[in-house]
């Protein structure tokens, strides 16, 4: 018996090295349609495994924890990339390998959280703003942060699960940056958060669009994206920016140190970089391409699409997340506080 | 005699290896690592500290903490009055019939407790089953507030752990013996002292096996939570979660876990006194 | 009067503890997307289960473990069993006592606890870390459950083989096991279908690459999609449907 064990364990374990070439990607949930992978499996003929997360924080422990090793290609967001590049979880990207490099919008390239994109390539940028169901909620009621605050709102809001976007919402109201360090002001804005608790039905990461979609919630703060497919099934979700100004962030494509297929996820990151893909992929999930020929593409429905495009004066008056280093555990400190019902 | 040693070698080895291995050992690192600081590059490090307790008792953590023992405290209640008199019926009943209503009985409770919770989300829904059946008849005319609350998490518990109180009621009750309740009778005793004299005390190792094993669970189910609660509901397993995914603040997630292993220990302790102290009625 | 209390107490019961699922599993057969409505009888959401090679993959890897584990637990379990309550040795007692500590323990302390071990070892969580989590939280049940079969035993007849001139090994193999057979089997059906249901430990346990199961229903759940859930899950019943009647009819066996 035992040896009959041993050879189920030793077929079990030659099946992976057998099987061709492989790519481990790891993504946020609903950001990459089905259509796009298998795309790319066909034409290269690297099989792909799929995994997803729903917040920064839970992807940065799973590649610590895997030592940044099994997974080949991440999307963390600016900070985090910075954060990751600081603590040497990032391979450098060739960007010999890449022949679509060239697309690329140079006004989202070289920013301080990557200088030369050394170690990151822009996948989409996007915001983070107000979302409503206009059956139940008028648009007037929904013009700026402040309005989240509404009485009618009492247990009807879903919010995302990231701790500086809600916290972010909280500085804003209260005149300070996004990007604050300061501990009072972070500390000013949890108390005005914590004035929002018993608005909030649900935090979710992986799908903000799902309690406005099940009218579990009537409003919320989710990314523009989310809205934008919520919109497709259900055209009575509205997407509003803020009169203080959105959250902006941009998400861009890694490769973790102990990452084992370098060379696919070079091959990965020029095909996403394909302005053919980069529509492709604007087209289902609503974000931003960093795509600049991906753009001339679209038709001019799309392109004036506010929800993906958001106007010039828009991006003016909101701002763009960056690092905030040590800070961080303050925010931590206090978004633990509003979880746990203080 | 030599192959005897041989063979009662390899088997107690190889078990007792695999346990020290994979449970003594653990359960020494979650308690050592309990000690020790956070640190978010190595996951945890010197010097040694007993910040993580003092902060355990911190009213924002004590808060989850009181939080948690009180919804595994109702759900175990819960469980146990639904639970019992269903257990009793069941094991009175006629014999051919009671192997098919344990069977229907085994059936939830080896199916995945994912799937089964999934079911409630369908049902609990704003455009959910309840909610359609009772506006399509008209009973009420904007959909209830079901899911995302906390009584949906209570649902969620008292569901998923039903049948782990059923089970060992069960076990103890079929094997009372009848005729002590007879004699009983037959001595003049009326039904309510039948209950209390006789089946309560001869079932009580069945209830306390059944609260620990709705109890203890009910604190480390993060899942219920996580799919039917709302904002505010952060259970311990939840928290424990976060400790170690999302804060990577491990010490403290490991001095959370030893609290819920001495739990364990407490009330193991509390099974141990109250079977021994009732098993001298048991056989007769 | 009591009767018809006993009989309405006992349906509701049942009510509760089958309603949403068989709820679940008819509007997996649901054409409409939504449950608001039912438009018609469809087998389409099981086609696009089948269509779905990630959710192949992760059924696969599911089987995978849950086969090798309950193997190796079975395995290991029934020779602990055996050794428990044939031999004295040291640390007897110590050894039960981790046994139950493991069958009470909550799941969650043990995910956290395999964790820091992988992860201080500098081992990967992947295929090979799952596994080992998976043994260890099945062998205690197989333990239990051979050894309360054995414990029902006469050892006149195991005394009487040894007297005969038997070995160690064929009195295990030859005598005590076929006897035992039934609880062996009902252990391992145990140990498969926990493995294949467990979440908590595997959500801590598991590494990238190696989808299972219970972990891809978590995401597709909080995704909220499409009834492609209620389907996958519909089939997922009826397999612990068809491991519970096997091991009832088992039991039975045991019984004669």
Known sequence: MKHWLLLLCLVVFCVPAVAGERLYIYNWTEYMPDEVLAEFQEETGIKVIYATYDSNESMYAKVKLTRGKGYDVVFPSTYFVHKMRKEGLLSPIDHDALTNFKHLDPALMDQPYDPGNTYSIPYVWGSTALAYNKDHVAPEM?????????????????????????????????????????PEHIETAYESIRKLMPNIRVFSGDSPKQPLLNLEAFAGMVWNGEAYMAAREFPA???????????????????????????????????????????????????????????ELMPEEMKNNPTIFPSAREVKKGEFQTDVGDAILVYERFWERLKTGM | MNERQGFKFIAVFLNMA???????????????ISFMTRDTGRFFSLPFTLAHYRELLDPVYARVLAQSLIYSLNTTILCLMISYPFAWILSRGPRHRRALLLMMVIIPFWTSSLIRTYALVILMKANGIINTLLIGTGIISDPLTLLYTDFAVYVGLV???????????????????????????????????????????LSLPGVMAGCIMVFLPAMGLFYVPDLLGGAKTMLMGNFIKNQFLTAMNWPFGSAASVFLLLLMGVMILIYFIVSRHFNRYETL | MTRWLKISWTTAVFAFLYGPLLVLMVFSFNHARYTTSWQGFSLKWYKSLVDNPQLLDAFVNSLTVALVSSLIATAL????????????????????????SVMMSPDIVMGVSLLMLFV?????????????????????????????????????????????????????????????????????????????DDVIISFFVTGPGFEILPLKIYSMVKLGVTPEVNALCTVLFMLTLAAVCAAHILTKEIKK
């Open chain 2, 18 to 32: 695999w346990f020290a291995l994979f449970v003594l050992i653990p359960g020494l690192m979650v308690a050592g």
């Open chain 3, 77 to 100: 379990g029934t020779l602990g069993a055996f050794a428990v309550s044939r031999y004295r040795f040291a640390g007897r007692k110590l050894f039960f006592g981790l046994v139950y």
């Open chain 3, 120 to 196: 201080t070892a500098g081992l990967t969580p992947g295929f090979l870390t799952l596994l080992a989590a998976h043994v260890t939280f099945c062998l205690p049940f197989v333990i239990v459950m051979v050894h309360a079969r054995i414990s029902g035993f006469d050892p006149a007849v195991v005394d009487a083989a040894r007297d005969l001139g038997a070995r160690e090994q064929d009195v295990f193999f030859k005598i005590i096991f076929p006897m035992i057979l039934p609880a062996v089997l009902a252990g391992w059906l145990l140990s498969f279908t926990l493995s294949l």
């Open chain 2, 159 to 201: 569901y998923t752990l039903l049948p782990f109180m059923i089970l060992p009621l069960y076990a103890v009750m079929e094997k009372m013996d009848p005729r002590l309740m007879e004699a009983a009778r037959d001595l003049g005793a009326n039904g309510f002292d039948v209950f209390f004299r006789v089946v309560l005390p």
């Open chain 1, 237 to 295: 979700i509205q997407y509003a920016y803020p009169e203080e100004g959105a959250i902006f962030w941009v998400d861009s494509m890694v490769i973790p140190t102990g990452a084992e297929n370098k060379k696919q996820a070079h091959a990965f990151i020029d095909f996403i970089l394909k302005p053919e893909i980069a529509f492709q992929v604007c087209e289902y999930i609503g974000y931003a391409p960093a795509n600049r020929t991906a753009i």
């Open chain 1, 142 to 182: 929904m013009t700026s942060w402040k309005d989240l605050w509404r009485p009618e709102f009492k247990n009807r809001l879903v919010m995302n699960d990231d701790l500086r976007e809600v916290l972010g919402i909280g500085l804003i109201v209260n005149g300070f940056s996004v990007n604050e360090t300061d």
